[in-house]
């Protein structure tokens, strides 16, 4: 009986194990533990990573850089213009990188990224180039067209966009429309092809010349700057005879018959380097006893360098970046002209200095002073908008290597013919000509 008992009771506690086991959860033999609440001090480390991360973002976005859209005539026929242009670009790039970038009034420093793009001296080119900027690279501003004829394409395309541009080529056209205004979003730096006329006009008049004959380049530079001899030159008492128009690659120059048939004492050439060099070796040889005088769309080395007769004393007005040592100290531009002329140097190794690579780098100035004035968070638009607004706005006394600009909603240019000066060459390079020694050599 009590054996039954013994086995009655095995049995039941026997069950009550299997219960147990049973009711355990699922799977596992694991304890069961309870759920930490965090304690405050933990609680405090989280947020104050999450505040961390989220200054993380708020200061990378900071850091987008602002786009700078640059395009040059690094190859093709103006070349020897787009090359200096294009290693002023490279420069400033570096000089950013260097510093870091460009502070704002709100005290944040940015990057700046230059987009360097090449024209190939070819308006469609520079067409497409400008597209890609505007449309895929999304830039804040451009610095755009070594020729006038580059220039001219891409202005309807900055305009329609309202993107700031500031060319580096001459014609008037590219910054006024037909009446006279300024074009909104269209700046300029280099001296205007009216104030070129303006020199040659009164050295011409000096002379005694009466009537001159007038050779130019078949593109846009070169017809506006017959267009503003036509307009300049009659104040001076000196009227354009014969005058025809001729292509940089020609190798034929039958205007040059034509030169002497007309019997004028003095052509002048409207054109760029290549076509310059070639149409002056032409003149000088077919017409020796024919006087010749360039603009200032020569003023580099390239220019002299190509010259075969006739060199000696060749007369042009230039920007004064090409006779520094002729400032006087006290000048507005001297600084800002010799250093140029030290940080490219030194960049390049020893390149010579062009007045077209000082066009660049007046432009890069404007652009950075108005970058630097940009308030934070502005949408693109906005910033370009901003930016339009500082060039005509605040350019004033501005100190370049082309002149003291003074830009205006009527001027967007800025300068006067005094921002060039008249120059000539001698031996292998340019020296002053001042008026006082006009005709009296």
């Not at 009537?211 to 104040?235: I, K, M, R």
Request: hydrophobic residues 40%; contains cysteine.
């Amino acid at each position: 009986m009590l054996k039954n008992r013994n086995i009655f009771a095995f049995l039941v506690l026997l069950l009550t194990m299997l219960f147990v086991v049973a009711c355990s959860p699922a799977g596992t033999g694991t304890e069961v533990v309870e759920e930490e609440v965090p304690a405050e001090d933990d609680m405090a480390e989280d947020e104050e990573m999450a505040e961390d991360e989220e200054m993380a973002d708020d200061e990378e976005m900071a850091e987008e850089p602002y786009k700078i859209g640059f395009i040059a005539a690094i190859t093709g026929g103006a070349a020897p213009l787009g090359e200096p242009e294009a290693a002023t670009a490279e420069m400033i790039q570096a000089q950013l990188d260097e510093q870091g970038g460009i502070t704002g009034p709100d005290g944040v420093t940015r990057p700046v990224e230059i987009i360097i793009l090449d024209s190939q001296s070819n308006p469609d080119a520079a067409t497409s180039a400008i597209t890609q900027l505007i449309e895929e690279e999304e830039v804040d501003l451009l610095i755009a067209g070594t020729t006038s004829g580059n220039s001219l394409a891409m202005v309807p395309i900055a305009t329609e966009n309202q993107v700031p541009m500031i060319s580096m080529a001459s014609a008037g056209a590219i910054v006024r429309n037909e009446d006279g205004s300024a074009r909104e979003w269209i700046f300029k730096t280099p001296q205007d092809n009216l104030q070129s006329a303006e020199w040659q006009g009164q050295y011409l008049n000096t002379l005694g010349f009466a009537n001159a004959c007038y050779l130019f380049e078949n593109n846009g530079y070169g017809q506006d700057t017959l267009a503003s001899a036509q307009a300049v030159y009659p104040d001076y008492g000196v009227e354009i005879g014969y005058n025809d128009s001729f292509n940089a690659t020609d190798t034929e120059f039958p205007q040059v018959q034509n030169v002497l048939a007309d019997g004028c004492e003095v052509v002048v050439i409207g054109s760029t380097t290549n076509g310059s060099i070639n149409m002056h070796n032409a003149v000088a040889q077919g017409a020796p006893d024919v006087a010749i005088v360039h603009g200032h769309g020569v003023c580099n080395q390239a220019f002299i360098d190509g010259l075969t007769d006739n060199k000696e004393g060749t007369p042009l007005p230039c920007g004064k970046l090409l006779v520094p040592d002729q400032l006087p100290d006290d000048d507005p531009q001297k600084d800002v002209v010799t250093t140029y002329i030290d940080e490219y140097t030194a960049f390049t190794g020893g390149d010579p200095i062009s007045t077209f690579g000082g066009h660049a780098y007046d432009a890069f100035l404007m652009a950075i002073a108005a970058l630097e004035s940009l308030e934070g968070g502005q949408e693109l638009d906005a910033r370009r908008a901003a930016i339009r607004d500082y060039l005509e706005t605040q350019i004033i006394d501005f100190p370049g290597t082309g002149g003291v600009f003074n830009m205006s909603a009527e001027d967007h240019l800025g300068l006067d013919f005094t921002a060039l000066t008249f120059v000539r060459v001698e031996g292998d390079g340019y020296a002053f000509y001042p008026e006082d020694a006009w005709g009296t050599e």
